[in-house]
């Protein structure tokens, strides 16, 4: 036996890093990716590492954990791989973050073989019909490798060569991590049978009489939930932590208002551009989340703007947007004036092949993370800027025209309020009103703020939107609130039917809305709009309020 294979029996104690002397590729991977991470804009989300300690060795030992790309999923597997790994070992990597001072550090710490497999890696290098067996034929070869020693059947699958390794009397059982385990799925879907052939052989691997006997712990990421059949999971006996319902994963995924605020003093950023580019995504207990990617990004560019680039996975937003099930398009124009949709998150199969109603669609938005999802009240909403700037993009590629007029005609009535010239607003709104009948009816309160807020649109580059629900029977008030450093007045609106714009502004200054917002601004302007059922046009009278 040589020496390096030799030293796999010895205490991980013994050695710095034992991936020094065998560098491999799904096993003995060493420190190197996490190292990497580490020396650039760490946020401690060590915390993960407990949470997942708690479950290894018992029946919740297999995780799934999905979230959006680009919400620090590879960040947290790279970040376990290192902590578990018996070939590791380099405790300088944890010895500042909250982990190190909790009792199960060193009871876990460098105790399993840990196998990591980044599914996108395969889904790149073989196609459709002979990904799955390529992931059997390479990790098989590569354990075999590691443990030249164990004789396994000739005959044995990737599930009994496990199994007989983790069997060995001097071995542990496995840790196995899988990123991005639903790759397969999402990019060839039934294509060369390769959905049906991946299903199989993670329930070889995970619900086997072995499993429990083979595996420490398993923790899957991916982009999508595990897929159900009927009401079942594929492999249901996997504890599940999404973006419905994210359980007590809720802070290690995405940054929260005070590690951005953090990051933001410590690189001399602006705290207020990152929150308004960035902020809005609510998950479980968690209210106020930050898209980490985009944040690290705009912190070392120092410039905020969508560092969201165009992928598959826009591709298909836009088909799913295309189809228009059960009136979607109204929605997403809703949904884009700021308002908030229903959803029924039940229906949907996690599978992106598989859409059949517009539930599912805007599930599937969810789970990608183009709307963020209110879990107590069933509802979804485009969380920040630069998701409704993507979604934009997604609703100009459909070419939803009147949409897409609309949209571009915001920056007029911004500047025609701004500049007092009251016809011209009404003139605008006009416009909008008759653009977007559909939902925009006349007949709510709701409809009546969608068109103000949709109308505008533009105007959430530099305001941050309020909306006030009537009281008696008035309308609805939209409040728009001049971000920080941006010098610009406030704009107060209130919508009449049927009067006329002068007692609109009344309405104003006797519920003295102007005092509740005096403390964001210098000065103001009021907006009273009045809509005539009869003509079908609309009156504005515009006052300065210091």
């Known amino acids: 036996m040589s020496k390096a294979t030799q030293a796999l029996y010895f205490s991980p104690t013994d ?25 650039g804009e760490f ?27 680009r919400f620090g999923k590879s960040i947290g597997a790279k970040m376990l791989y290192a902590y578990y790994d018996q070939w590791c070992g380099d405790r300088s990597l944890f010895s500042d973050l909250q982990i190190y001072s909790s009792p199960s550090f060193s009871r876990h710490f460098r105790r399993y073989p840990v196998l990591y497999l980044d599914l996108t890696d395969f889904v790149t290098r073989y196609d459709a019909e002979c990904v799955v067996g390529h992931i059997q034929s390479d990790v098989l070869e590569e354990l075999k490798d590691v443990y030249p020693e164990v004789s396994y059947r000739e005959d044995a699958d990737l599930a009994d060569a496990l199994f007989t390794s983790a069997s060995q009397p001097q071995h542990e059982k496995f840790i196995m991590i899988i990123d991005e385990w639903d790759a397969i799925l999402r990019e060839y879907g039934t294509q060369g049978g390769a959905a049906e052939k991946y299903i199989n052989l993670l329930r070889g691997l995970f619900k086997s009489t072995n499993a429990m006997s083979t595996f420490a712990g398993v923790y899957m990421t991916g982009i999508l939930p595990i897929k159900k059949y009927n009401t079942q999971s594929a492999l249901n006996n996997f504890w599940e932590y999404s973006m419905l319902s994210p359980r007590g994963m809720s802070e290690y995924f995405g940054f929260t208002k005070s590690e951005v605020m953090a990051l933001a003093e410590k690189t001399g950023n602006d705290f207020d551009e990152l929150e308004k580019w960035y902020d809005g995504y609510q998950i479980g207990d968690q209210m106020s989340m930050f898209n980490p990617n985009s944040v690290i990004q705009a912190i070392y560019s120092h410039w905020c703007e969508s560092y969201w680039a ?5 591709d298909a937003v836009a088909e799913y947007i295309r189809m228009n099930m059960d009136g979607l398009k109204d929605s997403i124009i809703y949904l884009l004036s700021g308002g908030r949709a229903k959803v029924n998150v039940t229906s949907f199969t996690n599978d992106l092949k598989v859409v059949k109603s517009k539930d599912d669609v805007l599930t599937v938005l969810i789970h ?21 700037g993507e979604l934009e993009n997604a609703v100009k590629s459909v070419k939803w025209d009147k949409v897409n007029f609309l949209l571009d005609a915001s920056e007029q009535l911004l500047h025609a309020t701004l500049s007092g010239e009251a016809e011209t607003v009404a003139k605008c ?10 939902i925009l009816s006349y007949n709510d309160e709701n409809s009546l703020a969608c068109v103000l807020s949709l109308a505008y649109y533009y105007a959430r580059n530099d305001y941050i939107f309020h909306r006030e629900l009537p009281t008696g029977k008035g309308f609805a008030d939209l409040v728009l609130i001049p971000r920080k450093q941006v010098d610009s007045p406030a704009i107060v609106l209130e919508l009449k039917c049927d009067r006329d714009a002068v007692s609109a502004i009344d309405q104003i200054k006797q519920k003295h809305y102007p005092s509740k917002i005096v403390e964001y601004t210098h000065n103001m302007l009021l907006v009273g709009i009045n809509y005539d059922k009869k003509t079908k046009k609309h009156e504005c009278v515009i006052e300065k309020e210091f």
């Open 15 to 39: 050695f710095t890093d034992l991936a020094d002397l065998i560098m491999g590729k799904f096993l003995k991977k060493g420190t190197d990716a996490f190292r990497a991470i580490r020396n």
């Open 43 to 69: 946020v401690d989300k060590s915390g993960l590492i407990e949470i997942v300690n708690a479950t290894l060795h018992t029946e919740r030992q297999f995780t799934c954990v999905s979230r959006p790309r």
């Open 310 to 314: 165009s992928t598959g996975a826009y």
């Open 368 to 388: 990608l993370g183009y709307l963020s999802y209110d879990r107590t009240k069933q509802e979804c909403y485009v969380p920040n800027r630069e998701v409704a």
């Open 429 to 438: 709104i006009d416009e909008a009103h008759d653009e977007n009948t559909s």
